[in-house]
T-cell receptor
Framework: RKEVEQDPGPFNVPEGATVAFNCTYS??????FFWYRQDCRKEPKLLMS???SGNEDGRFTAQLNRASQYISLLIRDSKLSDSATYLC????????????FGTGTRLTIIP | DAGVIQSPRHEVTEMGQEVTLRCKPI?????LFWYRQTMMRGLELLIY????????DSGMPEDRFSAKMPNASFSTLKIQPSEPRDSAVYFC?????????FGPGTRLTVL
């Protein structure tokens, strides 16, 4: 089983719609969780951290379910500029900064 | 801040040649990471340094790969000899307290 698993997509969603991604992780001792965004032929960039209580940043909401070991990302009122690959990222070991990246979910927003 | 700087941005070389990739982390960051990204394997951590000391090199593929960090503002990743299967995008990232910032990457093609 992969350490971090994501549905690769692609997700093709009309502009203005709401889209949700899920990600599962295998190590129950994982400490920190993130969503990164990667545009085509660009570097990954931090979108948001994911906290146990859930957190929101504008149109983006991230949730963590430790019992089921999954993380979700919800994008509301999607924009054309949201088209990208979204990477689920997990830090498995406290005190070790190593991050494990999922293979990403590709999202295309359709006008 | 200029962000993480990598050079060269593109490298095309022939099998058997030595390749050196360079990275300048963000000033003040105490951890530096080298990643490799391919379509087949996604983003893989090769090695990471903390305060210039290698902490985890379990992702380094084989003896052909080596990395150094002689000071807090510079790191190199060397491949000698290079092989076609080393073709990938190599990213350097730096961090302070777990949030990693990526450089633009070096696109390596080994013919």
């Amino acid at each position: 089983r992969k350490e971090v698993e994501q549905d690769p997509g692609p997700f093709n969603v009309p502009e203005g719609a709401t889209v949700a991604f899920n990600c599962t992780y295998s190590n129950s001792a994982s400490q920190s969780f993130f969503w990164y965004r990667q545009d085509c032929r660009k570097e990954p960039k931090l979108l948001m951290s994911v906290y146990s209580s859930g957190n929101e940043d504008g149109r983006f909401t991230a949730q963590l379910n430790r019992a089921s070991q999954y993380i979700s990302l919800l994008i509301r009122d999607s924009k054309l500029s949201d088209s990208a690959t979204y990477l689920c990222v997990v830090n498995a070991n406290f005190g070790n900064e190593k991050l494990t990246f999922g293979t990403g979910t590709r999202l295309t927003i359709i006008p | 801040d200029a962000g993480v700087i990598q050079s060269p941005r593109h490298e095309v070389t022939e099998m058997g040649q030595e390749v050196t990739l360079r990275c300048k982390p963000i000033s003040g960051h105490n951890s530096l990471f080298w990643y490799r990204q391919t379509m087949m394997r996604g983003l893989e951590l090769l090695i990471y340094f903390n305060n210039n000391v290698p902490i985890d090199d379990s992702g380094m593929p084989e003896d052909r790969f080596s990395a150094k960090m002689p000071n807090a503002s510079f790191s190199t990743l060397k491949i000698q000899p290079s092989e076609p299967r080393d073709s990938a995008v190599y990213f350097c990232a730096s961090s302070l307290a777990y949030t990693q910032y990526f450089g633009p990457g070096t696109r390596l093609t080994v013919l």
